[in-house]
């Protein structure tokens, strides 16, 4: 799988207007946004299936401060099952060569489930799930830093 470089994904909020260089433009959020019609939005797919859980997102909106559980916990969300066909998709959408917009309507620019979609897909790598060797290795060093001395 090739790597994704940083100018052929973006993330804009969808209330922006959109713009021909947008390239593709993905909705990454589980609700449509609030007062926008289908038309203004301009989506070429909506990958609801990508959005974080309603837990979650709830979890994180009393939370703001912690952006790096956040993170994790959508990491470990998008290694389900449930997710495999959306996020297919989307490496498939990102290894086209024209751009790829991932929009989302929280007013937080910087911490937003996009962010993380972005900073997956330049490093073109699945989600962790905790098995295979990498897993293995992680678990093993987290017991041998807990052995007494």
């Known amino acids: 799988m090739t790597r994704v470089t940083a100018k052929r994904v973006v993330v804009k909020r ?8 947008d390239g593709t433009r993905v909705l990454v959020d589980r609700l449509w946004p609030r ?10 797919r909506w990958l609801r299936d990508l959005a974080p859980s309603d837990v ?12 790096a559980m956040f993170r994790k916990r959508y990491l470990k969300e998008l290694a389900r099952p449930e997710s495999a066909q959306a ?7 990102a290894n086209q060569r024209k751009k790829l917009t991932l929009l989302f309507a929280s007013r937080n620019e910087e911490r937003n489930n996009a962010v993380v979609l972005k900073d997956l897909l330049e490093g073109m790598r699945k989600p ?3 098995t295979g060797p990498g897993g293995v290795r992680a678990v093993r060093d987290r017991q041998v830093k807990r052995m007494p001395r």
């Not at 969808?14 to 260089?21: I, T």
């Not at 979650?56 to 952006?67: D, I, S, V, Y």
């Open 35 to 44: 007062g926008l019609s289908k038309a203004r939005a301009a989506v070429d």
């Open 87 to 93: 996020l297919d998709e989307l490496y498939r959408l």
């Open 14 to 21: 969808v209330y922006e207007e959109p713009a021909r260089s």
């Open 56 to 67: 979650l997102r709830k979890w994180f909106h009393a939370h703001p401060e912690a952006w």
């Open 128 to 130: 962790p799930t905790g």
